[in-house]
C-alpha cells in the first residue's frame, strides 16, 4: 500500500524535478514551520545558473527563510530535501537551529549526515535536528540516476 508524501516532500520534489530541466543536478529544499504545511521558503541547486558553488538547494533556502522570517535563528522550522545534505548543508542546518530535518534519498559518497563525517553525531556540533530520512527516496534516487545516466 502506497501512501501519498507529505506536501513538503511532494514540492520538494517537485523542485528538483524543475532544476533538473534546467541542467542542476535535481535537489530541492522546502522549509516549514515546524509542525505545519506553511511553505516559509523554496529553492533548488542553481550552482550552475548562479556560477556559485554554494548554491546548494539547502544553503538557498535556509537564506530565503531567515531573510522572510527576519532571524538568524530557523529553531521553529523544518527542512524537507530531496537527497542527503552534504557537509557544507548539514553545518549550515545545525548553525540556523532548523528543528527537524528530513531527507529523501541517501548519499552514501557525499552525504554527511548518515554517511561520511556524520556530523550531527560529531561532539562539536552544538545543534543535532532530528532527523527523518527515506521520505519519498524511491522517486528522488530515479531522478538523480536519470539526470546523471544522461551525462555520463
Known sequence: MAFPLPSPMRLALDL???CA???EVPVGAVIVRTGTTEVVATSANAMRSCNDPTAHAEILAIRAAA???GTSRLD???LWVTLE????CAGAIA????ARLYFAAPDPKGGAVLHGPRLF???TCHHRPQVHDGIGEAEAAVQLRDFFSLRR
Open 67 to 69: 531573510s522572510t522570517l
Open 21 to 23: 530541466t534546467a541542467g
Open 16 to 18: 528538483a524535478a524543475a
Open 76 to 78: 521553529h522550522c523544518d
Open 95 to 98: 548553525l540556523a537551529r532548523i
Open 85 to 88: 545534505p552534504c557537509a557544507m
Open 121 to 123: 553525531a560529531q561532539p
